[in-house]
């Protein structure tokens, strides 16, 4: 069937809505994907909600700025998915909408994960824009695997699985998502993906590069590239007990950013040398995670917004030693990766297939999950 997945990363750079034709085991087909970027001032009111969020302990209370911050970010989907609708008004009899919401606070060690993102208000804006009697809509798609123990992410392994087994390359490989926080799907033939988060990916660049700059990214690694990573520096943010931890294991967008204030040293640095070491931290962190997995990986598909940054690619291949490929290289969406696993993810929960494995959030059984609005 037709899908489409709505997905605002931890970057808070923009939606991604990508769509895909799947029954939720394979992919018969992509479709258009696109991004549609945040305003300054949008991302300004998400990045206040994940301040707001830190104290909360009931997932659903939306105190202060949250309640703005969850229309906003309902709003900027609805007008999303109606400008790709007008792109491409072939897809208007889409069967299957995935909508990840915005993860404002995620501690699944007291059982919370939050997303903002009112799934009632957009199935009823999806209602004007589909052929009746309308996709149904599945949304707060985390929940169930946090309520039964689970990590609540990463959940696109599965996703991930689907694409490999298209692949001539059998494994062990890694597929590597390099978003705000990094995480990584190890793949062996057929055995269930094993994953967890590995640690920053761009999230911490980004914060200095905004402080330093004014900018929001170290775009094409080109400040990284000009600096030198301060090993000492490396060597204490790496000594933290999460990079000692088996997988699986997940992490909060900002889990690393008061470690790093207190033992990185960066502040103290040049612009270049805090963005190297920074970028070098990202791939050390994904080469932690080597010496947990059943056998050495000899490949690493490299997705998400970190995979255009050429510095980060190439300490990558560096620290792990290993053969290292673009997700385009292999003929797969670099950008539209997690919105299109979000479409797959949807078909599943509507199929009640499982989306989380006790080797990809700790879960104690492949567990299915999502709400469900049904003909949205
Ligand atoms: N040309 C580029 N050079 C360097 N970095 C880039 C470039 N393009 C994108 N990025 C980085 O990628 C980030 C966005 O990545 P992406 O959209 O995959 O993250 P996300 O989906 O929001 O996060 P997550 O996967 O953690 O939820 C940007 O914030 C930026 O740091
Ligand atoms: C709680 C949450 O939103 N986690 C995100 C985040 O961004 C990357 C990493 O941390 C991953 O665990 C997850 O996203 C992807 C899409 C996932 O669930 O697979």
Redesign the pocket.
């Known amino acids: 069937m037709k899908a489409i997945g709505l997905?605002s990363?931890?970057?808070?750079?923009g939606v991604d809505v990508a769509l895909i034709d799947t029954d939720g085991e394979a992919v018969a087909a992509f479709g258009p994907a696109s991004t549609y970027p945040y305003s300054a001032q949008d991302r300004a009111l998400f990045v206040a909600a994940l301040e707001g969020a830190r104290a909360l302990t009931d997932r659903d209370a939306r105190p202060g700025v949250l309640a703005d911050a969850e229309a906003l970010l309902t709003t900027r989907h609805a007008q999303a998915l109606a400008a790709f609708l007008a792109a491409h008004p072939q897809h208007r009899d889409v069967a299957a909408i995935g909508f990840h919401g915005q993860t404002v606070l995620h501690r699944p060690e007291i059982g919370l994960t939050v997303q903002i993102g009112d799934g009632p208000a957009l199935a009823r804006a999806v209602r004007a824009m589909t052929v009746a009697p309308g996709p149904a809509l599945v949304y707060d798609l985390r929940a169930a695997d946090v309520a039964a123990g689970g990590q609540g992410a990463p959940l696109v392994p599965v996703y991930h699985r689907a694409l490999a087994r298209g692949l001539a390359e059998k494994g062990p490989l890694l597929v590597l998502?390099?978003?705000?926080?990094a995480n990584i799907t190890y793949l062996d033939g057929d055995a269930d993906p094993i994953a967890c988060d590995t640690g920053p990916?761009?999230a911490l660049?980004?914060d200095f590069m905004q402080a330093r700059t004014g900018e929001p990214?170290?775009?094409?690694?080109a400040m990284a590239a000009a600096g030198t990573a301060d090993e000492a520096a490396l060597a204490r943010l790496l000594d933290h007990p999460f990079f000692g931890q088996r997988p699986p294991k997940s992490l909060d967008r900002n889990a690393f950013r008061a470690w790093v204030a207190e033992r990185g040293g960066v502040e103290a640095m040049k612009t270049a040398d805090g963005a190297a070491t920074l970028t070098a931290l990202s791939a050390a962190c994904v080469a932690a995670v080597l010496p947990h997995l059943p056998r050495r990986p000899e490949l690493l598909i490299a997705a998400?917004?970190?995979a255009?940054?050429p510095t980060l690619l190439r300490m990558l291949g560096g620290r792990l030693g290993l053969r290292v490929l673009t997700a385009e290289a292999v003929g797969w969406s670099t950008d539209a990766l997690?919105a299109q696993a979000f479409a797959f993810l949807a078909v599943r929960a509507l199929r009640g297939l499982p989306l989380s494995f006790p080797t990809t959030t700790g879960v104690g059984i492949p567990l299915s999950g999502g709400r469900v609005i049904a003909s949205a």
């Open positions: 997905m990363g931890t970057s808070l750079d998502n390099l978003g705000g926080v990916a761009n660049i980004d990214l170290d775009r094409d690694g998400g917004g970190g255009h940054n997690e």
